[in-house]
């Protein structure tokens, strides 16, 4: 490296990336994984005689023997054919990683509309090595701060910060992840407050009560007790037609259609036009 090259961005980026080493209780050389290709060539120690050959990082993990059967060996010895790509790797990178098949397909983009993920963490274009290198410091990063790698992915849409991007970014993702533990807040409490995305089984709690709420009110009215709100069950109902039916598919709708018939009747209320539902649990927009 010349004098020009060490730039204060530079000696800042080195800085960032010892804390952040330091943070996730790893090798610089794996931190690295996050930005560029893992190294890929093999070493020598030339202390000894004959020397040594050490693997590369790469090697290590993705050329393990011990972990991996002849044909993943195979399918992940480099250098890759033409035209490989993550797809074909699928099951030799879930066992060289240690990774679900549902990480691998969220980190890849597969499966990222099923949370509300508008983008993969493996950009587009990227090497396939390079490609397994961001994987592997996501699942470095899951590991360190405790959260499952569906979870990071999920912050990092909610944060808007790609740790992959720079070192600073890095540093920033790790600072929001940790304020969020410390806070004790969920990424499922997150994602619904601040993208209005729930996870199927959070939204089902959500329905039930809301449905539970909905029912008192039709026992109450029926009765002639007129003791509720009828701005709390509007905002229910509202619920239930804007975040729950896209899951739960109408099961409420014997519910939902009884209850705006009692506020229509009692007070002239006029609800939202409520979406329509298909059987396969879509919404389109009201006619």
């Not at 990336?17 to 060539?41: C, H």
């Not at 020397?51 to 050329?63: G, L, T």
């Not at 963490?121 to 790698?149: D, E, F, H, N, Y």
């Not at 993702?173 to 089984?201: C, K, M, Q, Y």
Request: hydrophobic letters at 45%; one cysteine or more; proline letters at 7%.
């Amino acid at each position: 490296m010349r004098a020009p090259d060490i730039t204060d961005l530079f000696l800042i980026n080195v800085a960032e990336i010892k804390s952040i080493s330091d943070r996730l209780g790893e090798p610089v050389q794996a931190v690295l994984a996050f930005w560029g290709e893992l190294d890929s060539q093999p070493s020598s120690d030339h202390a000894t005689e004959p020397p040594k050959r050490h693997p590369s990082q790469y090697d290590r993990i993705f050329q393990n023997k011990a972990k991996l059967s002849s044909d993943n060996l195979q399918k992940l010895a480099l250098p890759f054919p033409a035209g490989v790509t993550l797809a074909d790797v699928f099951l030799p990178g879930c066992a060289a990683l240690g990774i679900t098949a549902e990480d691998y397909r969220l980190l890849t983009g597969a499966g990222a509309n099923g949370w509300s993920l508008t983008s993969a963490a493996v950009p587009a274009g990227a090497t396939l090595l390079r490609a397994l290198s961001i994987l592997l410091g996501w699942k470095i990063m899951a590991g360190a701060v405790g959260l499952p790698i569906r979870d990071l992915l999920r912050l990092r849409a909610i944060v808007g910060i790609d740790p992959c991007s720079s070192p600073d970014a890095a540093a920033r993702f790790l600072d929001a992840a940790e304020s969020v533990r410390n806070a004790g807040w969920t990424i499922d409490d997150l994602d619904f407050l601040l993208r209005h995305v729930a996870v199927p089984d959070r939204l089902r709690r959500f329905t039930d009560d809301t449905s539970n709420l909905v029912q008192r009110a039709m026992d109450s009215a029926s009765q002639g007790i007129n003791t509720w709100d009828r701005g709390v069950v509007c905002a229910a109902m509202e619920f239930l037609l804007d975040h729950a039916f896209p899951v739960i598919a109408g099961t409420h709708s014997d519910q939902t259609s009884a209850i705006w018939e009692l506020l229509e009747g009692t007070g002239g209320y006029v609800p939202p036009a409520p979406a329509v539902v298909s059987r396969s649990g879509s919404v389109t927009e009201p006619l």
